[in-house]
């Protein structure tokens, strides 16, 4: 008996049996490649979230006044040191009421140091015309020294010494103990009031220079204080001219000519155009302390997820609210530790653009 021959298997009866035994193993795997693939590029630890930092510097003015002139425009690109606006800061009667209270008070001030230095030039000529009194007295203690000096040697020779009368020779003293002793306390006394007294007065000679020097620099110190009032009155009285702190572009422009403005009000913002570093905050549970030093791997949140290797150079001392920027759908205030990265070489951000970082350091 001959075999039979096979029935053939119509085709779509073989992709039936392919969709039910093969393809949904094909389909799982595709589906774990793609999860690994996404995993590697495009998935970041929800711990840590990072922003470039954005550097800017707000130009304010100091005093009240009217914003004369506005210089720049938003977007436009500055150089340290160009004019942002101009600001007049006081009207013309109260600048000229100010201008006359200064003067008024600058002459007070300028009568009050001629009077301390008249009142010092007294003192000083005083003090000198008492020094040379005293050096007079000085001399007139010293010839009463040397007269006390004779006259305690006389005693002693009355007293020490017998007086030959007739040619007989006396055995008891001509004067008595206590006006030989009384003379010689006399001399010791004047002695030491002339020491005392030179001491006295070379001190006060040595002090007399610096008591003229002293007055001297107290009026400098007035006439400083008055020259600081008429500065101060007389930029009071001027229009400020605001500048640009950095390098960069303007970013927000607060007002316009003829707008009246306080002191401490923005007029302008000016934001760097080249961002330094990127600041990350590392969330609860921090499992790993982020050290200076530490290698790690930041992602920009483009098409083609540019990564590159960069490193940590400083690290916080506490926890630190996160910007609601950061925590996109929180609802609540979250702390952070915060950190700082540097920006690696060729890796193009944009200041306050979200960075993806990826910290894997071992132990």
């Known amino acids: 008996m001959e075999p039979l021959t096979p029935i053939p298997t119509p085709a779509a009866q073989r992709w039936r049996e392919f969709r039910i035994q093969a393809l949904p193993v094909l389909t799982f795997i595709a589906v774990v490649a793609c999860i690994a693939v996404l995993w590697q590029r495009y998935v970041f630890p929800s711990n840590i979230v990072a922003q470039v930092e954005v550097v800017a510097a707000t ?16 977007f436009q690109q500055v150089k340290k040191g160009d004019v942002i606006a101009i600001v007049s800061v006081a009207e013309t009667n109260l600048a000229s009421a100010e201008v006359q209270a200064a003067q008024s008070e600058a002459q007070v001030l300028r009568a009050r140091l001629e009077m301390d230095r008249f009142r010092a030039s007294q003192v000083y000529e005083q003090e000198r015309l008492t020094l040379l009194e005293q050096r007079v007295q000085l001399a007139v203690e010293k010839v009463t020294a040397q007269a006390a000096e004779t006259k305690m040697r006389l005693q002693e020779e009355l007293y020490t010494n017998s007086i030959m009368a007739n040619g007989i020779s006396s055995a008891s003293p001509l004067t008595s ?7 010689r306390i006399e001399f010791e006394a004047s002695q030491v009031r002339i020491k005392q007294t030179e001491q006295f007065l070379n001190e006060r000679e040595r002090t007399l220079p610096r008591l003229m020097a002293e007055n001297t620099n107290t009026t400098a110190i007035l006439e400083a204080d008055v020259i600081a009032q008429i500065n101060r009155v007389s930029a009071a009285t001027t229009n400020i001219v605001l500048r640009a702190p950095i390098d960069g572009v303007v970013s927000v422009v607060s007002n316009r000519p003829g707008e009246r403005v306080m002191a401490g009000a923005p007029i302008a913002v000016v934001t760097g155009a080249k961002a330094e570093r990127i600041i990350a905050y590392m969330r609860q549970p921090i499992s790993s302390m982020p050290k200076p030093g530490d290698t790690l791997q930041v992602r920009r949140r483009t098409f083609k997820r540019q990564a590159a290797t960069a490193t940590v150079s400083d690290v916080g001392t506490q926890l630190e609210p996160i910007s609601a920027v950061l925590l996109a759908g929180a609802t609540t205030m979250d ?15 944009v200041p306050g653009e979200l960075i993806d970082v990826i910290y894997d350091r071992k132990e």
Do not use: C
């Open 59 to 74: 130009v304010i003015t100091t005093m009240p006044g009217t914003v004369e002139m506005v210089a720049v425009q938003r």
């Open 177 to 183: 103990s206590n006006a030989y002793a009384l003379a």
């Open 335 to 349: 702390l952070g530790l915060p950190f700082a990265i540097t920006i690696p070489a060729n890796f193009e951000v």
